[in-house]
């Protein structure tokens, strides 16, 4: 069973930068393009950011240059390095794989950008 679990949002300043975690287990974790996706409220559930298994990446223009994924294969991770964040970054963050047919999703943190 495939399953994703995020970490390391929380409330930060507008300029300030966060890192946030997806550790991936029940999938063979290298071959597989890993993506950061946010849903602000009211909004529709946005593709963020993409790194594919062999490393390279796509980014949302609004978060070009601001904003790093990367991926550890040995550790079963994907990250979401987050700097110069704005309140318009505010949103839940998920992580998500296609995998096996199927699109998986992780619970879910929260990112609040405000001061």
């Known amino acids: 069973q495939v399953h994703l679990v995020e970490s390391g949002g929380g409330l930060v300043q507008p300029g300030g930068s966060l890192r946030l975690s997806c550790t991936a287990s029940g999938i063979n974790f290298r071959l597989y393009t890993m993506n950061w996706y946010r849903q602000a409220t009211g909004k529709e559930r946005e593709l963020v950011a993409s790194i594919f298994s062999g490393g390279s990446t796509n980014y949302t223009d609004s978060v070009k240059g601001r904003f790093t994924i990367s991926r550890d294969n040995v550790r079963n991770r994907v990250f979401l390095q987050m700097n110069s964040l704005k309140p318009e970054d505010t949103a839940a963050y998920y992580c998500?794989?296609?995998?096996?047919?199927?699109?998986?999703w992780g619970q879910g943190t929260q990112v609040t950008v405000s001061s």
């Open positions: 998500n794989v296609r995998a096996r047919g199927s699109t998986f």
